[in-house]
């Protein structure tokens, strides 16, 4: 969250419009209600979507994603991907990895 804020800032610093989904890779604990909740107490923008699926669903999505899962106990440990796309939808950058690169610019 922590990097996307920074990408959200640099991009309005720069003039550019973007749009932030955000998929839980949880859907069991993260219900509507509760990343709503999440949303609002971490202070994210309004504009950002933060979205659940049903289990086959972000099962799919993850490995579609190349997302590295450690271990599925009662909280998901994984890595993490920040995926860029262009105004048709096609996708541009892809960061991921347990240490997404502080350095990455777009």
């Known amino acids: 969250i922590a990097k996307l804020l ?3 800032d640099s991009f309005r610093q720069q003039g550019r419009e973007a749009q932030f989904l955000i998929v839980t890779l949880e859907p069991a604990n993260d219900t509507p209600a509760v990343l709503q ?3 609002t107490e971490s202070g994210l923008p309004e504009s950002w979507h933060l979205l659940t699926g049903n289990i086959n669903e ?3 999505l993850r490995d579609l994603l190349g997302i590295h899962v450690i271990d ?3 909280h998901l440990l994984h890595d993490g991907r920040i995926l860029v ?3 048709m939808g096609v996708p541009t950058h892809s960061y991921g ?3 997404l ?3 990455a610019s777009l």
Request: without cysteine; glycine residues 10%; aromatic residues 20%.
């Open 6 to 8: 920074k990408l959200y």
């Open 37 to 39: 909740h999440f949303k």
């Open 58 to 60: 972000t099962r799919d």
């Open 72 to 74: 599925e106990g009662p």
């Open 85 to 87: 796309f262009d105004e």
């Open 97 to 99: 990895g347990y240490s």
């Open 101 to 103: 690169d502080e350095e």
